[in-house]
């Protein structure tokens, strides 16, 4: 069964940049079946497609976010990852990695644990 | 840009049954999930392609779509369906997610 984790620094200075990683076991950053990608909730709120990634290299991002949103897979390492720039303290919350299919385009069958950013100085 | 609109809250009695709306702009033309979330979890899939359940869902748990209105309906409540519900389509190129729906059984 497919298994995402994230991971990276729970606390990112205002204008710098939000760095995440996300391992996939159970399965691998190959398969055409997903796309990978991120989704975000802000504390009390609601969750927010951020983007992802089809294992061929093509993107898609929140229209919202494209200007300061890069989304990237490392296949050998079965991993992919988000990086989000210029953060200021809306782009607090807790961070989720996802599989989203890549057939429907629709369904997100797995989602990580979540992990929680926080933009501070 | 594409908007999923759901009410914030619902109450519902044990053992009721209580539906979700989800509405959006001729939304039957498109695949609709479900997803609950329940404090300090992640979501998980309740519902995809509008009305197909995933391997250990329950079976009180259903979906429709039509015109402009996704409906997830839990039929005989139970205390453990209490969490926020999110509705979810695809609308190429961007993901939307409703503004989700917090289920409280009274």
């Known amino acids: 069964q497919l298994q995402l984790r994230e991971s990276g620094p729970g606390l990112v200075r205002p204008s710098e940049t939000l760095s995440l990683t996300c391992t996939v076991s159970g399965g691998s950053t190959f398969n055409s079946n997903y796309y990978w990608g991120w989704v975000r909730q802000p504390p009390g709120k609601g969750l927010e497609w951020i983007g992802d990634?089809?294992?061929?290299?093509?993107?898609h991002y929140n229209p919202s976010l494209q200007s300061r949103v890069t989304i990237s897979v490392d296949m050998s390492k079965n991993q992919f990852s988000l990086k989000l720039y210029s953060v200021t303290a809306t782009d607090t919350g807790i961070y989720y990695c996802?599989?989203?299919?890549?057939?429907?385009?629709?369904?997100?069958?797995?989602w990580g644990q979540g992990t929680l950013v926080t933009v501070s100085s | 840009s594409y908007e999923l609109t759901q009410p914030p809250s619902v109450s519902v009695s044990p053992g009721q049954t209580t539906s979700i709306p989800c509405s959006g702009d001729k939304l039957e033309d498109r695949f609709v999930c479900w997803y609950q979330q329940k404090p300090g979890q992640s979501p998980i899939l309740l519902i995809y392609e509008d009305n197909k359940r995933p391997s250990g869902i329950p079976e009180r748990f259903s979906g429709s779509n039509s015109g402009n209105t996704a409906t997830l309906t839990i039929t005989g409540t139970q205390s453990m369906d209490e969490a926020d519900y999110y509705c979810?389509?695809?609308?190429?190129?961007?993901?939307?997610f409703g503004g989700g729906t917090k289920v409280t059984v009274l």
């Open positions: 990634i089809f294992h061929t290299g093509p993107t």
């Open positions: 979810q389509a695809w609308v190429s190129p961007a993901v939307v």
């Open positions: 996802a599989g989203r299919d890549s057939i429907s385009s629709t369904t997100f069958y797995s």
